[in-house]
């Protein structure tokens, strides 16, 4: 079966501008994670979503920093007025329910100018 | 503190024989332990996971908890040049453990 799937798989933008990143999870998976890697360091939590409950947003690092999640599947992270720190690979995973086995997608490779 | 600690390498081994690799977690609530697989370039893939001390066998991998201890360990038998990679170790978080906390990895050369 298909896998989580993520886009774009890279994205170059411009200091200040806003970017979306979305992740299809897999199919019946009721969980949803993002997180980011940054170049040389650990994987870090961002948010998470779990069927109909509110997320838990605890890992964002700025109000800069959203994301949604669409009818139970698809969501997206969106950046506002992006900084160079921003930089990272954004990766998203999804489970079949709440603390199960965590399957990551290819990831979005962001880059600020 | 950290709260999961790994040694980051590189470990280098001989073809066919024995990688060890270890993990530490400070968080003594944990109670699901992953390890990943990290190509360079690439996204995290799930090898094992384990919930109970003791050993849990996958092929040629062993996956090894002591949760007295807070230790966990990824044993990879008859090592071969593909699994040459980076070994991440997650552990959940006991205030929210959906939320898995990683380690930075330790990075596995196997020699031909």
């Known amino acids: 079966g298909a896998g989580v799937s993520q886009s774009p798989s890279n994205k170059v933008t411009e200091k200040g501008k806003d970017v979306e990143l979305r992740c299809d999870p897999i199919s019946g998976h009721t969980a949803l994670y993002w997180y980011r890697q940054s170049l040389g360091q650990g994987l870090e939590f961002l948010i998470y979503f779990q069927g109909n409950s509110a997320p838990d947003k605890s890992g964002l690092p700025s109000d800069r920093f959203s994301a949604e999640r669409t009818g139970g599947s698809v969501s997206t992270l969106t950046i506002q007025r992006t900084q160079q720190e921003d930089s990272a690979v954004y990766l998203c995973?999804?489970?079949?329910?709440?603390?199960?086995?965590?399957?990551f997608g290819p990831g979005t490779r962001l880059t600020v100018l | 503190q950290k709260e999961v600690e790994q040694n980051s390498g590189p470990l280098s081994v001989p073809e066919g024989a024995i990688a060890s690799l270890n993990c530490t977690y400070s968080d003594r609530g944990s109670q699901s332990f992953f390890w990943y697989r990290q190509y360079s370039g690439k996204s995290p893939e799930l090898i094992m996971s384990?919930?109970?001390?003791g050993d849990k066998e996958d092929g040629r991998f062993t996956a090894q908890l002591n949760k007295a201890s807070q230790y966990v360990s990824l044993l990879i038998r008859d090592s071969q040049p593909s699994d040459s990679a980076t070994y991440l170790c997650?552990?959940?978080?006991?205030?929210?453990?959906?939320?898995?906390?990683f380690g930075s990895g330790t990075r596995l050369l196997v020699r031909p």
């Open positions: 384990i919930y109970s001390n």
């Open positions: 995973a999804s489970s079949l329910e709440a603390e199960g086995e965590q399957f």
């Open positions: 997650a552990v959940n978080s006991m205030d929210s453990s959906y939320k898995l906390i």
